[in-house]
């Protein structure tokens, strides 16, 4: 064997121990996270959300709301209290990469809009709820977190994370994206406050 390939062998074990220790310590969701965020703030990668076409609305479906939630301090609320506004809802996880992605940028859209007639629920999937509401004060995020208590909706439900819907003030889904996607844009701004 010559130095080079030695030189070769050595480097490639060190890249897979790195990668062993990380994945070991759980170190590799945030790592992961923070490279993918990365991506989206230099505009190297931009997922798409496809905005419905002015008019459209009607054509979407009605999503029930008599909803279950718990918030982060255990107040178990109902998601009709907030009929008749705009809901921003985005189903994550701590162990999700691209939702701790996108993180930084959702916390920017809601301190932007919370003036604004728009209730956004963050609603954590993680099965130990104290890992998100530690996630969110450690990173002093401003948005209020949420689990599910009840009643959850098919129409709500989706086996991908990140997932956010927006229902306008008539209960009507009117964007459904899944996957990561950068939301503090003017286009996307304008999207909600034209659903008041």
Request: glycine share 6%; charged share 20%.
């Amino acid at each position: 064997m010559n130095k080079n390939t030695r030189k070769e062998l050595l480097r490639w074990a060190l890249i897979a121990l790195i990668a062993l220790v990380l994945y070991l310590t759980g170190l590799h969701v945030p790592v992961i996270g923070f490279l993918q965020r990365g991506l989206l703030a230099t505009g190297l990668i931009r997922p798409a959300v496809e905005l419905p076409v002015n008019g459209s609305h009607t054509t979407f479906p009605q999503v029930n709301l008599d909803i279950q939630l718990e918030s982060a301090d255990g107040q178990v609320l109902n998601m009709k209290q907030f009929q008749g506004k705009v809901l921003f809802i985005n189903l994550w996880a701590t162990w999700c990469p691209p939702c701790l992605a996108e993180m930084p940028n959702l916390n920017h859209l809601y301190n932007d809009l919370s003036d604004e007639d728009i209730q956004f629920l963050m609603i954590a999937t993680d099965q130990d709820f104290s890992k998100a509401t530690d996630f969110v004060h450690q990173k002093g995020y401003h948005f209020p977190i949420y689990r599910i208590h009840h009643d959850w909706p098919k129409a709500l439900d989706s086996s991908t994370l990140p997932t956010t819907f927006v229902i306008d003030k008539q209960g009507r889904i009117v964007l459904d994206h899944r996957g990561m996607a950068q939301y503090n844009t003017k286009k996307f701004k304008a999207f909600l406050l034209g659903l008041n």
